[in-house]
């Protein structure tokens, strides 16, 4: 394995969630109008991945930015497109590479604002295209785009007031209309892969091989009856590229035990790298974790040099 891919995931903006103002489950669900991001955390963050040979993040950017195009999403002490821009360039300087994330599943779009109550709408079409195209701009041109697309499904919208669930070719439809603006936009679409765990015949039949695809497993037990274990292989058999994702949201040694299996059953022209998460909003409160994080990946990339 060479010229692996070893990211993170960080979040400029934390509203995918709840769409409503709620005390959810750790707290850390619900709308919230106020940007949820502490920069001094984020640095630190960075930098330790950039010591210990992390080369990729990925960033949330969702309602966390100023956009020209719909302002009117935009969360209060969001960054002006210019902030970011120097950001970006600060994040390359480190030797990282920065590549955006919008999450348009309707579990997780809470950060589209009005528009996630116009889903599948013309006002909704347009909204999307306009967002990832100046997403790709404000990036300059990034080699990837994380579309999400995950988890939407009514029992992850239980605690919605307002649920949305796509189906069958809408599903489809609207999914290739986001795959069509990012590559228009000369990036390559990038998904969460859970999809396949509910309609495997679908996405086989439906999914394009250019959409790099992020199974995850957030377990300690690979076992490949269990489907999202299984799911790493399917994928490599079915010839998809794969940047497998894993996190110390559950267990701590899950990162190095996805690295371990996912190269016993991708193959390496297809395992393009690895993603970890922790799925909580860049604070304070969450620094021991994110840190956690970050040494997990540096373990991971120390054995692979070794092997």
């Known amino acids: 394995m060479t010229d692996v891919l070893w990211g993170n995931l960080l979040h400029l903006s934390y509203n995918m969630w709840e769409d409503h ?65 120097k950001e970006l360039a600060r994040i390359r300087e480190m030797g990282l590479e920065p590549i955006p994330k919008l999450n348009f599943a309707a579990t997780h779009d809470a950060w ?7 889903v ?80 495997p015949d679908l996405f086989y039949q439906k999914m394009p091989k250019e959409v790099v695809q992020s199974n995850w497993y957030y377990g300690n037990e690979f076992n490949e009856e269990i489907a999202e274990v299984k799911a790493y292989r399917e994928l490599e058999e079915h010839g998809y590229d794969q940047i497998p994702t894993g996190s110390n949201h559950s267990h701590p ?15 390496p022209e297809r395992l393009l790298g690895f993603l970890q998460t922790i799925w909580r909003p860049t604070i304070e409160p969450y620094r021991r974790r994110f840190m956690e994080s970050v040494e997990q990946v540096g373990e991971a990339i120390g054995k692979n040099r070794e092997d």
């Not at 785009?145 to 796509?166: I, K």
């Not at 040694?253 to 193959?267: A, I, P, R, Y």
Request: proline content about 4%; glycine content about 6%.
């Open 253 to 267: 040694e899950n990162f190095g035990l996805t690295v371990d299996h996912c190269k016993q059953v991708v193959s």
């Open 21 to 85: 103002p709620v005390e959810a489950r750790h707290g850390l669900h619900g709308y919230l109008p106020d940007l949820t991001f502490e920069y001094e955390l984020a640095k630190d963050i960075l930098a330790r991945m950039s010591e210990v040979g992390m080369n990729l993040a990925v960033i949330d950017v969702g309602d966390g930015i100023e956009y020209e195009s719909h302002p009117e999403i935009s969360v209060n002490g969001a960054w002006t497109i210019d902030r970011m821009k």
């Open 120 to 199: 599948s709408t013309d006002a909704y079409y347009a909204v999307c295209k306009d967002l990832v195209a100046e997403v790709i701009a404000i990036f300059d041109r990034p080699r990837f785009f994380h579309l999400g697309m995950d988890e939407e499904n009514a029992e992850h919208q239980r605690h919605h007031h307002y649920v949305v669930v796509r189906q069958f070719d809408l599903w489809w439809h609207d999914f290739y209309l986001l795959v069509d603006q990012v590559q228009e936009g000369g990036s390559r679409p990038w998904i969460w892969s859970d999809y396949l765990w509910q309609h």
């Open 112 to 118: 589209l604002g009005p528009y996630a109550r116009c």
